[in-house]
């Protein structure tokens, strides 16, 4: 169970260890279990002790290589780099072997030795054309020692090298290999939620201008339309000049005319 969930869910992986510990305690399988689990939430000093357990148990040195890395990740490369050198590497298996590597590389590179690093990882195993389990891993850790060292046109060669060994995509070398290239990658999902993100904002700017619109149009309206009161009061103002000007001229009657002398 613990080997199923590790690179699914590695907190939950670390939960059903502890559960396997309280339980059986005393059996090697699950001590190595274990071990990987918290290696797996970089809890390097309780996975190294779950490795030593095991290892106590069963007296096998496969664990060397992964016992070496958690003394890396607790921050001493040299003790990391003494195990490199100790008599148990020569009992380890290729794969183990290789493994041993590619610890004593990184240990190399944490202490700054990048020259170091790059001829540790130079082995039968690099130059071979047949792919192995390890084979992409290999080389990938060997383009990232020769890139940290500014010796780009040979990491990309074996960037390109590591993503033809890489079938079941253990590593980003393709992704290395497209950044020196200059090739950049967009996001499709995170496009797509801005897009959902400007819609609503655009349509609410739209409605604010239909209503701003409705407004002005409001505004005009009003503007022209007259006063009925003022209209009534300029007709009627029309209707007495007219009336004057067309008021008839009433001439005197014969009886008021002055008497004649």
Same mark, same amino acid.
């Given at each position: 169970?613990?080997?199923?969930?590790?690179?699914?869910?590695?907190?939950?992986?670390?939960?059903?260890?502890?559960?396997?510990?309280?339980?059986?305690?005393?059996?090697?399988?699950?001590?190595?279990?274990?071990?990987?689990?918290?290696?797996?939430?970089?809890?390097?000093?309780?996975?190294?002790?779950?490795?030593?357990?095991?290892?106590?148990?069963?007296?096998?040195?496969?664990?060397?290589?992964?016992?070496?890395?958690?003394?890396?990740?607790?921050?001493?490369?040299?003790?990391?780099?003494?195990?490199?050198?100790?008599?148990?590497?020569?009992?380890?298996?290729?794969?183990?072997?290789?493994?041993?590597?590619?610890?004593?590389?990184?240990?190399?590179?944490?202490?700054?030795?990048?020259?170091?690093?790059?001829?540790?990882?130079?082995?039968?195993?690099?130059?071979?054309?047949?792919?192995?389990?390890?084979?992409?891993?290999?080389?990938?850790?060997?383009?990232?020692?020769?890139?940290? $060292?500014?010796? /780009?046109? &040979?990491?990309?060669?074996?960037? @390109?090298?590591?993503? !033809?060994? #890489?079938? %079941?995509?253990? *590593? +980003?070398?393709?992704?290395?290999?497209?950044?020196?290239?200059?090739?950049?990658?967009?996001?499709?999902?995170?496009?797509?939620?801005?897009?959902?993100?400007?819609?609503?904002?655009?349509? $609410?700017?739209? /409605?604010? &201008?239909?209503?701003?619109?409705? @407004?002005?149009?409001? !505004?005009? #309206?009003? %503007?022209?339309? *007259? +006063?009925?009161?003022?209209?009534?009061?300029?007709?009627?103002?029309?209707?007495?000049?007219?009336?004057?000007?067309?008021?008839?001229?009433?001439?005197?009657?014969?009886?008021?005319?002055?008497?004649?002398?």
């Amino acid at each position: 169970m613990v080997a199923r969930l590790i690179d699914e869910d590695p907190e939950g992986a670390y939960a059903y260890s502890k559960i396997a510990l309280r339980l059986a305690s005393r059996v090697a399988a699950v001590r190595e279990a274990a071990g990987f689990a918290a290696y797996a939430n970089q809890k390097y000093s309780e996975a190294l002790a779950e490795f030593r357990a095991a290892r106590r148990m069963t007296g096998n040195v496969d664990l060397w290589p992964v016992m070496a890395d958690c003394e890396r990740g607790l921050g001493r490369p040299e003790k990391a780099l003494d195990m490199a050198g100790a008599p148990e590497v020569h009992k380890l298996d290729k794969a183990g072997q290789v493994e041993m590597r590619l610890v004593a590389a990184g240990a190399r590179r944490d202490i700054g030795q990048l020259d170091a690093a790059i001829v540790t990882l130079q082995s039968p195993e690099l130059a071979s054309n047949s792919v192995q389990p390890w084979t992409a891993r290999l080389r990938y850790a060997y383009a990232d020692a020769l890139l940290a $060292a500014g010796r /780009e046109d &040979e990491a990309r060669e074996w960037f @390109a090298k590591a993503v !033809e060994s #890489d079938k %079941d995509g253990s *590593t +980003d070398a393709s992704d290395r290999l497209a950044e020196l290239d200059g090739v950049e990658f967009v996001d499709a999902l995170v496009e797509d939620e801005d897009e959902d993100e400007v819609a609503p904002e655009a349509e $609410a700017e739209d /409605e604010a &201008e239909d209503e701003s619109e409705t @407004a002005t149009d409001a !505004e005009a #309206d009003t %503007d022209t339309d *007259t +006063d009925p009161e003022v209209e009534t009061e300029v007709d009627d103002e029309d209707d007495i000049v007219e009336a004057e000007r067309t008021k008839p001229v009433v001439e005197a009657d014969d009886d008021d005319e002055a008497p004649r002398g």
